[in-house]
Each structure stands twice: as structure tokens, then as C-alpha cells.
């Protein structure tokens, strides 16, 4: 054994069983490609009865970057001769604010365990912390005394999770994205935030989502807003690229004439009353920071404790590549508020317990038009968007009758739903799917 060690300190070899190298045709001292992550490295098969758990020498980890702690899986492609070990997953992120670290220590640290438990191996990094001259990350791993740098290579599957569209727009991120279309073997999923008209677009032409759309037009004029409100009596304003209900404003038709305008402003949500359609318009614009909106229609939607709420439903591809809904909620507005972000004041609930209170005689059947809308929607998207998806957030409304309404989709899904000590299993799973769907398209198999 001393005599191994001794040869594989001085050439790249790698250990298969002889049963491994009768199903993948490998002959003793034949030479095979090995793949970690992107990084490729010739080496010398060596085929021994029994495996001990060691598949590289040290020279071969070393041209590989590859972990001394970490064992992985193995998949051999007999399509390109080469044997592959990971899978090896980056969480694309932002370096903390004023400390080392990532941005969303607590995410990465599930997925890290997550990760783990399928045999996967899961590093942080931000655009920045690649060498695009030899492929390599100076990344993030966890260890026990918290997390620790490393170099490794670029990883087989990346996650999207850059917070938010202003970081996107910067140069040093579309460069990366350039930079990264040119490696071949590597996938990225959820590449960039959507825009609210572009996801109208592609829901429509699909005969399975439009059925759950509200009347949505770009606001080119006040003709268009006001031509929702004759329809309706109530309309929202949105702007194209916003998050967490920044830039919303309210408008509705009073039953006696006027209208209200309603937003949220810094930590205050604001009414204003209007005699006419005039005020209310010079009102909305006041209020939209001459960003690109559509208008939406308002729809009336149920009430729970006679505060209205939405439903926020999580979708994952799973270990297969199919869609799964976890962890649905009902986020309830507050007092006031325009919408019923968290961070305007609203509040989380299970989604069942809230529709068993507000639908006491149809709430199954309710329940179950939410979770076949919301998989018919991410599909439809997934259709017709032609990018690499893998995980989605809906905003449904319910109407008092339980029909099911769009009001919006999220490429990036906020994880505050998952924050309450009720959706802690749910926050799990969710985890579970981002790392089991990564193994699934990293080629290292599907996990039931």
C-alpha cells in the first residue's frame, strides 16, 4: 500500500473496483478523462478488488482541486469517456456587507447540509471570486468553526441567488454571464429576474395559464388605467422590474364617485382621496418615480379576519426535473398596507388553516385548485421562457367564490415564508429539491 501512495505522490491515478471496471469497460493502466466540477485531468486507472473509499491519488486531487474531506459520488459518461465525481454545486451570491462571509450565511448553510446528505458538495461564491483565466473560485465551504475560503473549480450546477436586479445590471455581472455562456459543462438556473410584462407575454400565449390572468396592460397613458378602472373598479400599478411590492400604488373607484390612491412610502402606508380621476392619475404619477409600469386589474379577493390575503406558493424541480409545490402559505396584509409583503407589515400563515376559516365547506377542493394552478403556471413559464428554471414563488389571489387569480411571479422566491417555527419542514424540503433537482441535471442521476 506504501508503494501506491509513494507512485500516486508522483502520477494522477484513479482507484475503480473490478466490478466498476467490468460495467464501464475500463482496463487496468488504461488512461480515463476525470471531471471535478469543471476542472478536467488525465489520469491512470487502477483496478483493485475492493474499495477503501480512496479514488484519487494526490497528484490527481491536486490537478483537480478536489477536497481532502470530501468522498462524492461517481457517474462514468461512456459517450465522452470520462469519469465524473460530485456533483459539485455553487451558490451564486454577494459577499457580505463590512464582513467575510456570504451574503445569506443561513441558506447556505442548509443547502451546504443538504448538499451533503446527497452525496453533493455545495460552496458559495460571488461573481468577483472567479478566475476566469484558469476556471477556478476562491469560494466558500462550511467547516465546523464556520465558513473557510477555498479554491475550486467552476461547479457542475450554480444557483442563482444575486438579491436583486441593481446588482444584476451591473457590469462586472453581465461580464460574468458572458464569461460563464462559454463554459460548456456548466448549468446555471434562474440566470436573471423577470419582467412583469415579458412573464404577462408568455403566460397568455399559453392556453394552460391565461385562464388565471387578470386584465393586464403597459401603462403608455392614463387612457390605460383608466380604462381598466371603468372595467373593474380598482386597478394596481406596478412597476416592470420591482420586488417586495416597492413601487405599488392602489387605485379604486369610491361607490359614490371619487377615488383613493393608496402606496406605501419608507415604513408608512399612505391613502389619499380624490374627487376625480384627474387627481387620482396626477397622484399615481407622483408616486411612480418615472420607472417603466403596467396597470393590472384589482381583484376582489377573500378576506381572513376581514384583512385580505394572498397565497405565496414555492415551486421546485425535483430530483426527477418535475415541478413541486412546497410549504404553500397565505400572507395576510396589514391594516393599510397596499400588499402583503412581510416587509410591509404582513404577517404568514398556513395556507390550510386559513382556508379551512375562510372556505369552512370547499377548503380541500380550494387547496387543490391552488396547487394545480400553480403547477400548470411554472410549467407554462418554463415553456415558453426557453430558460433553465428551477425554482419559482407565485403570489395567487383567491376571489370569495375560491377562483384562482395571478397576480405575479418571482424568479427568485424570498425564503420568509419558510422563517416561522410551523414552516421549518417545509424549509427543509425546499433545500432538499434546489440540491436534489442540481444532482439531477449535473448528470449524476434522478433522486426519488
Not at 491519488?57 to 482541486?65: I, V
Not at 403566460?203 to 397613458?221: G, I, K, N, V, W
Request: hydrophobic share 40%.
Amino acid at each position: 500500500m506504501r508503494a501506491l501512495v509513494d507512485v500516486g505522490r508522483k502520477r494522477s491515478l484513479f482507484y475503480v473496483t473490478g466490478a466498476e471496471a467490468a460495467k464501464w469497460g475500463l482496463a487496468h493502466e488504461s488512461d480515463v478523462r476525470v471531471r471535478f466540477g469543471c476542472e478536467v485531468a488525465t489520469a491512470t486507472v487502477l483496478v483493485r478488488q475492493e474499495g477503501d473509499g480512496v479514488r484519487m491519488s494526490p497528484m490527481l486531487r491536486a490537478r483537480l482541486y478536489f477536497p481532502n474531506s470530501y468522498r462524492g459520488k461517481l457517474v462514468y459518461h461512456a459517450n465522452r469517456g470520462e469519469l465524473q465525481v460530485g456533483p459539485l454545486i455553487g451558490l451564486l451570491t454577494v459577499a457580505a456587507s463590512g464582513q467575510e462571509g456570504t451574503h445569506d450565511a443561513s441558506l447556505f448553510r442548509g443547502l451546504w447540509r443538504e448538499g451533503m446528505a446527497l452525496g453533493a458538495m455545495v460552496y458559495a461564491f460571488a461573481p468577483h471570486d472567479v478566475d476566469w483565466s484558469q476556471r477556478l473560485v476562491r469560494g466558500w465551504v462550511e467547516r465546523r468553526g464556520g465558513a473557510e475560503r477555498m479554491v475550486l473549480p467552476l461547479p457542475d450546477v450554480i444557483y442563482n441567488r444575486v438579491p436583486n436586479r441593481s446588482l444584476e445590471r451591473t457590469l462586472h455581472y453581465r461580464r460574468f454571464l458572458r464569461q460563464l455562456a462559454e463554459v460548456k459543462h456548466t448549468y446555471m438556473f434562474n440566470p436573471r429576474f423577470f419582467d412583469k410584462w415579458q412573464v404577462h407575454r408568455w403566460l397568455s400565449a399559453m392556453q394552460e395559464s391565461r385562464q388565471y390572468l387578470p386584465e393586464t396592460r403597459l401603462l403608455a397613458s392614463v387612457r390605460d388605467m383608466e380604462r381598466i378602472l371603468l372595467r373593474h373598479g380598482q386597478a394596481y400599478v406596478k412597476p416592470l422590474g420591482g420586488s417586495l411590492g416597492k413601487g405599488i400604488v392602489r387605485v379604486a373607484r369610491g361607490r359614490e364617485g371619487g377615488y383613493t390612491v393608496s402606496y406605501r412610502l419608507g415604513e408608512r402606508n399612505l391613502e389619499h382621496l380624490h374627487a376625480n380621476f384627474a387627481e387620482a392619475a396626477a397622484d399615481v404619477y407622483l408616486a411612480k418615480h418615472r420607472r417603466r409600469y403596467l396597470v393590472q386589474q384589482g381583484v376582489t379577493i377573500a378576506r381572513y379576519h376581514g384583512r385580505v390575503f394572498d397565497v405565496r406558493v414555492t415551486l421546485h424541480r425535483n430530483g426527477q426535473g418535475d415541478w413541486e409545490v412546497v410549504g404553500p402559505a397565505a400572507k395576510v396584509a396589514a391594516v393599510g398596507a397596499v400588499t402583503t409583503h412581510v416587509h410591509s407589515g404582513g404577517r404568514v400563515y398556513p395556507l390550510k388553516k386559513v382556508l379551512r376559516e375562510v372556505f369552512p365547506r370547499d377548503d380541500s377542493a380550494v387547496y387543490e385548485r391552488v396547487l394545480e394552478a400553480s403547477t400548470k403556471i411554472a410549467r407554462a413559464i418554463e415553456k415558453a421562457s426557453h430558460l433553465p428554471l428551477g425554482e419559482l414563488g407565485l403570489d395567487l389571489g383567491l376571489t370569495p367564490q375560491g377562483e384562482v387569480h395571478l397576480f405575479e411571479v418571482n424568479a427568485r422566491p424570498g425564503r420568509m415564508v419558510f422563517a416561522p417555527v410551523w414552516a421549518k419542514r417545509d424549509g427543509r424540503r425546499s433545500l432538499h429539491y434546489i440540491c436534489a433537482f442540481a444532482h439531477y441535471v449535473a448528470g449524476f442521476g434522478p433522486i426519488s
